[in-house]
């Protein structure tokens, strides 16, 4: 009698269990989202370009975070678990910097920055978006890591820089303040702060964060229009 063969069993990549209380914060950051995309509806002529600046960051980071809702839901399986990974990684290292470019607009025309930067946005922006896609496919955990960390930091600090030195705005400055408070709690599914998993407090901060930037940049714009 011949020995039969016995072959290991293909390897498959296991499904999450559900984290509603992960999909209902993502809930609240995408209503956030969405909240901050009504404010945009209209700008003056010259600063459009800032305006669709900070739709197009907005809507990266709405994108993640409503494949965010369906992921830890349970619906999709891995396929949604790497969509949603994947424009996160986006939104992080192209969103948010879009966020922060788009405060240029308040600067006054005849700011250094603001004529060394304008004439380059377009390149700047697909610049940012091709860098995002690169590191998310090819970087290292380290790279990927400062990447975003260091992108994060130039984002919230230059909205931080315009809200407190070049004009004023409380909404400006707290909502930096918060995301990068957010930022230095985490974002791991599993570990707690005072009982609440970080990836929520993240997802919590972000959503008062990104309303309070858009409320900023808003009424700055108005304020440039009248």
Same mark, same amino acid.
């Given at each position: &009698?011949?020995k039969?063969?016995?072959? @290991?069993?293909?390897?498959?990549?296991?499904?999450?269990?559900? !984290?509603?209380? /992960?999909?209902?914060?993502?809930?609240?950051?995408?209503?956030?989202?969405a +909240?901050?995309? *009504? &404010?945009f509806? =209209? +700008?003056?002529?010259?600063?459009e370009?800032?305006?669709?600046?900070?739709?197009?960051?907005l809507? &990266?980071?709405?994108?993640a975070?409503?494949?965010g809702?369906?992921?830890?839901?349970?619906?999709?399986?891995?396929?949604?678990r790497?969509?949603?990974?994947? &424009?996160?990684?986006?939104?992080?290292?192209?969103?948010?910097?879009?966020?922060?470019?788009?405060?240029? +607009? /308040?600067? @006054? @025309?005849?700011?250094?920055?603001?004529?060394?930067?304008a004439?380059?946005?377009?390149?700047?922006?697909?610049s940012?978006?091709?860098?995002?896609?690169?590191?998310t496919?090819?970087?290292? @955990?380290?790279?990927?890591?400062?990447? !975003?960390? %260091?992108l994060?930091?130039?984002?919230?600090?230059?909205i931080?820089?315009? *809200?407190?030195?070049?004009?004023?705005?409380?909404?400006?400055?707290?909502g930096?303040?918060?995301?990068?408070g957010?930022?230095?709690?985490?974002?791991?599914k599993?570990?707690? %702060?005072?009982?609440?998993?970080? /990836?929520?407090?993240?997802?919590?901060?972000?959503?008062?964060s990104?309303l309070?930037?858009? =409320?900023?940049?808003?009424?700055?714009l108005?304020?440039?229009k009248a």
């Open positions: &009698m011949g039969k063969q016995l072959r @290991p069993p293909k390897a498959k990549r296991l499904l999450e269990e559900p !984290l509603l209380s /992960v999909s209902l914060s993502d809930a609240v950051l995408t209503a956030a989202i +909240a901050s995309l *009504c &404010m509806n =209209t +700008a003056p002529p010259h600063l370009g800032y305006s669709k600046t900070i739709l197009a960051g809507t &990266m980071i709405g994108l975070s409503t494949l809702i369906f992921r830890f839901a349970g619906f999709g399986g891995n396929i949604v790497f969509l949603h990974e994947t &424009m996160s990684s986006l939104a992080g290292r192209a969103g948010v910097p879009f966020l922060g470019i788009s405060f240029l +607009a /308040v600067l @006054p @025309p005849s700011s250094p920055l603001a004529e060394l930067l004439p380059y946005l377009f390149s700047i922006l697909v940012l978006v091709a860098g995002a896609i690169l590191v496919i090819y970087g290292s @955990p380290l790279v990927s890591e400062v990447h !975003l960390t %260091v994060g930091i130039l984002s919230m600090g230059f931080a820089y315009v *809200c407190g030195v070049v004009t004023w705005s409380t909404s400006g400055i707290w930096a303040v918060i995301f990068l957010v930022g230095l709690i985490g974002a791991h599993h570990k707690r %702060v005072l009982g609440i998993r970080q /990836v929520n407090l993240l997802h919590y901060g972000l959503a008062a990104m309070l930037i858009s =409320t900023a940049l808003r009424e700055l108005l304020k440039n």
